[in-house]
């Protein structure tokens, strides 16, 4: 008896699991006004954490999870301002990692965006 109830129990869970709410009109649900189309999380946006201004390399860090990929290529801003261009080529430790300064300058603080 108690395997009976069981698997109805999780028949009906099973079931009420699948069930859609579906739109009267047939159309799919509208977007909130005003809501956003981009995620702030897909912008990669780094630190400078340290310049070898005679060996033309910086070290970057970016939140975890967040790490660009050897060959990518991102500017670098100052106060708003874009001041140079860097292509990551690494090695690569935890949330660091290093990129050539393929064009400009670089100082520690300043932020590194995708293009």
Known sequence: MR??????????LTLSGCAKKKVADGSRPQPRTGARTTAPESTLIGKVVGVNAPGR??????PLGRMPSPDRHLNLYRHGQMVGEVK???????DNTVADLVAGEAEVGDDARGQ
Not at 88 to 94: A, K, L, N
């Open 3 to 12: 395997i009976l109830i069981s698997v109805m129990l999780l028949g009906a």
């Open 57 to 62: 390399f910086v070290v970057l860090n970016f």
């Open 88 to 94: 990551v080529t690494g090695p690569q430790r935890e």
